[in-house]
């Protein structure tokens, strides 16, 4: 199956030049010159992930993002001249998933959609299905997660965090290993971004946060009592 991938930037050479690289890596292509325009492209297709930028006329990319996470979690790479830490921790905290820093390479651009496009499609060998920790039930074949029975909805990066917890139990992950876990060595932002990740997490599975332990001075782990 070829993945839709939405380029929502109002630079046309931008557009065209992530465009021809997406294309030869085998994805169809949709694009929108402006916020307004991107959300109805993505209301009326089935699109896999979002590359989005953020200084737009019409609607910024901080708009968008906040209102496309309404109606869906589909993963977001946000592109900014800003480099500052605080506006990349904006971004996480409205649920991006990937951060990059213009000027950039379409190549570079390009490397990221596929590592992000595998990480949260496709199966791997050691997947978690059809477990349940303590209450919390997760299948990665199927990108779902419950709580007691009840579904709960993670954006992609929320999701991996919880996956990479559960198969990582019992042992204490500093938020550096965490960080290098998920966002990878290149990433340059701030630590805080995986304290962001696990409160929004832990907000998300309720009365069973408490899974998710902070070590003082050492960082977090994922503890269980009972497991089926």
């Given at each position: 199956?070829?993945?839709?991938?939405l380029i929502i930037?109002d630079?046309?050479?931008?557009?065209?030049?992530?465009?021809i690289?997406?294309?030869?890596?085998g994805?169809?292509?949709?694009k929108?010159?402006?916020?307004?325009?991107?959300i109805?492209?993505?209301?009326?297709n089935?699109?896999?992930?979002v590359i989005l930028d953020?200084?737009?006329?019409?609607?910024?990319g901080?708009?968008?993002l906040?209102?496309m996470r309404k109606?869906t979690e589909?993963p977001?790479?946000?592109?900014?001249a800003?480099?500052e830490d605080?506006d990349?921790?904006?971004g996480?905290?409205f649920?991006t998933?990937i951060y990059l820093?213009k000027?950039?390479?379409?190549?570079?651009i390009?490397?990221?959609v596929?590592a992000?496009?595998?990480?949260?499609y496709?199966?791997?060998?050691?997947d978690?299905?059809?477990n349940?920790?303590?209450?919390?039930?997760?299948?990665?074949?199927?990108?779902?997660a419950?709580v007691?029975g009840?579904?709960?909805?993670l954006s992609?990066?929320e999701?991996?965090l919880?996956v990479?917890?559960?198969?990582?139990?019992?042992?204490?992950l500093?938020?550096?290993?965490i960080?290098?876990?998920l966002w990878?060595?290149?990433?340059?932002?701030d630590?805080?971004?995986?304290?962001t990740?696990?409160?929004r997490?832990?907000?998300k599975l309720?009365e069973?946060?408490?899974?998710?332990?902070?070590?003082?001075?050492?960082?977090y782990?994922?503890?269980?009592?009972n497991?089926s």
């Amino acid at each position: 199956m070829k993945e839709t991938i939405l380029i929502i930037d109002d630079e046309e050479r931008m557009r065209r030049l992530i465009e021809i690289y997406l294309e030869n890596d085998g994805y169809n292509v949709l694009k929108a010159e402006n916020g307004v325009e991107g959300i109805r492209v993505l209301r009326n297709n089935y699109v896999h992930l979002v590359i989005l930028d953020v200084m737009m006329p019409v609607m910024d990319g901080w708009s968008v993002l906040n209102e496309m996470r309404k109606f869906t979690e589909i993963p977001v790479i946000m592109l900014t001249a800003k480099s500052e830490d605080e506006d990349k921790l904006l971004g996480f905290e409205f649920g991006t998933d990937i951060y990059l820093t213009k000027p950039i390479s379409p190549k570079i651009i390009s490397a990221n959609v596929k590592a992000l496009i595998k990480r949260t499609y496709y199966i791997q060998n050691d997947d978690i299905k059809g477990n349940d920790f303590d209450g919390v039930w997760i299948d990665e074949e199927r990108h779902e997660a419950k709580v007691d029975g009840d579904e709960i909805y993670l954006s992609p990066k929320e999701f991996d965090l919880l996956v990479y917890f559960i198969k990582n139990k019992g042992i204490v992950l500093s938020r550096e290993k965490i960080l290098d876990s998920l966002w990878g060595f290149d990433y340059y932002g701030d630590l805080r971004t995986v304290d962001t990740q696990i409160k929004r997490l832990r907000e998300k599975l309720g009365e069973k946060a408490y899974l998710i332990s902070t070590i003082r001075g050492k960082g977090y782990k994922f503890e269980v009592k009972n497991e089926s």
